[in-house]
C-alpha cells in the first residue's frame, strides 16, 4: 500500500538555490565592477559572512572543496604517509594523491563510520605526517583521542567537514578541532556556490600560504614563489554563496521536519539503523543515511536500494565503493580487507535517502512504507 505514487524520479538531494531574480541583481553588480574573479568583492565578503557565521577566524575559499583539500595538505607541508579511513568520497584520498602522499587506511568505528582512533597508533611510522579523519554524514569523529594522539607524535590533524558545514562540537565550532577543516560548497551540499569550498585553519600563517597556492604561486604580479595552482572562487560563485547563506536557516528547519518524521517511521522497522546523528542542534542536516542489517531486516541494501529505484526513488549507496579498492592503491599493505572490517561492511550496509527541504512529508512517507513493505521475516528473527 503506497500513499502516493510516484511519478518523478526523486533524487536524494536537491540544490537550494535562490531566486534568480535576486542573483541578477547580484550579476548586475559584478558586471558593473568589471571585477569577476581575483579577490572581489563578493569573494571578501562572503569570506567574512561566513567567518561570522561559523564563528572562525581563519578561512579561505576555493573554487571547490577537493582543491582546498588538495592545497591545505601542501599549505601544512605534509610529507610521507597520511592515516585516514577508506569510508570518504573518492576526493579526500584523491587530495592526497595529487601531493604525492600516501594513504594508510585505518578502519571506522561501527556506530559513527568515522575513523577509529583506537586504531591508529598501530599505523604511525616515521613517514607519518598526518591524521586525516571525515566527519562521515555530520557524525564528528572522535577528535578528542585523534588530538592526543597527534599531540604524541608531533603529527596534524585535518578533516574532510564536507558533510559537517556549521556543526558544533562540545559547544565549539567543529572546525575549531584539528589544525585544519575543509567544507564543500558543491551543490549538492546544504550550503553551496554551485562548486566552492573553504578551508578554515588554525596557524594564521598559513593564510598568505594559501592564497598563493590558489594563485600560480604568485607572490605580487611579477614574483612567482611556489608552485600553485589555479583554486580561486569566483564572484558569480561568491555571489550565489552570499543569496544561499541567506537560506540556510530555513532549510535546516525544513530538513528537520523531514529528519523527525523518517526517524519516526522508521523507528518501528527491525534491522534498519540511522546513521545521521540525530541530537537536535547537532545535525548537519546534510544527508540522511541509514544502515540495512540484512539479517534482521531480511534484505540486502542492494535490494532495497533496487526496490526503491523500481519506485522511481533514486537512494545512493553512499559512500561506494571503498576508497581503499581503488585499483591505484594495489599493493599497498594497508588497503587489506582484514583489517578494514569495519569500513568493508559499511559500505555494503549504507544507504542514503532522498533528503532536501521540499521533499514533502508525504514522499517521505512513501519511502518508509516501501522500506517497511521490504522487510522479510527471517528464520533468525522469527526465532526471537
Ligand atoms: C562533496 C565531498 C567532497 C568534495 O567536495 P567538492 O567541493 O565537490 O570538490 C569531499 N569529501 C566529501 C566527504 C564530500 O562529501
Not at 45 to 50: F, R, S, V
Not at 159 to 172: E, I, N, P, R, V
Not at 237 to 254: D, F, N, S, W
Request: with cysteine.
Amino acid at each position: 500500500m503506497i500513499a502516493n505514487k510516484i511519478s518523478e524520479p526523486i533524487y536524494i538531494t536537491r540544490p537550494l538555490l535562490p531566486d534568480l531574480g535576486v542573483i541578477s541583481n547580484s550579476l548586475h553588480e559584478i558586471w558593473e565592477s568589471k571585477r569577476v574573479t581575483n579577490n572581489g568583492a563578493k569573494e571578501r565578503l562572503l569570506e567574512q559572512e561566513l567567518k561570522d557565521y561559523l564563528g572562525v577566524e581563519h578561512l579561505s575559499l576555493f573554487n571547490n572543496g577537493t582543491l582546498a583539500l588538495l592545497l591545505g595538505f601542501r599549505a601544512l607541508g605534509l610529507k610521507g604517509e597520511v592515516i585516514t579511513t577508506p569510508f570518504t568520497f573518492p576526493a579526500t584520498v584523491q587530495a592526497l594523491d595529487w601531493n604525492g602522499l600516501t594513504p594508510v587506511f585505518c578502519d571506522v568505528e561501527p556506530e559513527t563510520m568515522t575513523i577509529d582512533a583506537t586504531k591508529i597508533e598501530r599505523l604511525i611510522t616515521e613517514k607519518t605526517s598526518a591524521i586525516l579523519g571525515v566527519h562521515v554524514f555530520g557524525n564528528p569523529c572522535n577528535v578528542n583521542k585523534i588530538q592526543e594522539i597527534a599531540d604524541k607524535y608531533q603529527l596534524k590533524v585535518i578533516y574532510d567537514g564536507a558533510h559537517a558545514f556549521g556543526m558544533k562540537l562540545d559547544d565549539k565550532p567543529i572546525s575549531d578541532y584539528g589544525d585544519m577543516t575543509m567544507f564543500s560548497f558543491h551543490a549538492t551540499k546544504l550550503f553551496n556556490t554551485i562548486e566552492g569550498g573553504a578551508l578554515i585553519f588554525k596557524d594564521h600563517r598559513v593564510a598568505s600560504k594559501l592564497a598563493m597556492l590558489k594563485n600560480f604561486g604568485l607572490d605580487g604580479p611579477e614574483n612567482v614563489i611556489l608552485s600553485g595552482l589555479n583554486a580561486k572562487m569566483n564572484e558569480v560563485q561568491a555571489a550565489i554563496g552570499l543569496e544561499v547563506l541567506k537560506l540556510v536557516k530555513e532549510e535546516r528547519g525544513k530538513r528537520h521536519a523531514i529528519k523527525e518524521s523518517y526517524e519516526q517511521y522508521l523507528a518501528s522497522i527491525a534491522g534498519i539503523r540511522i546513521l545521521t546523528s540525530s541530537e537536535k542542534d547537532n545535525s548537519s542536516y546534510q544527508y540522511f543515511v541509514i544502515e540495512i542489517n540484512e539479517e534482521k531486516y531480511g534484505r540486502s541494501r542492494d535490494w532495497l536500494h533496487d526496490e526503491l529505484k523500481r519506485n522511481n526513488i533514486f537512494a545512493r549507496k553512499y559512500f561506494y565503493p571503498l576508497c581503499s579498492g581503488f585499483s591505484w592503491y594495489k599493493g599497498l599493505e594497508s588497503v587489506n580487507p582484514d583489517n578494514l572490517l569495519q569500513a568493508n561492511a559499511a559500505v555494503q550496509r549504507t544507504l542514503a535517502l532522498p533528503y532536501y527541504g521540499d521533499l514533502g512529508l508525504e514522499l517521505v512517507q512513501s519511502i518508509c512504507e516501501i522500506i517497511k513493505k521490504g522487510y522479510k521475516k527471517t528464520k533468525q528473527t522469527s526465532d526471537m
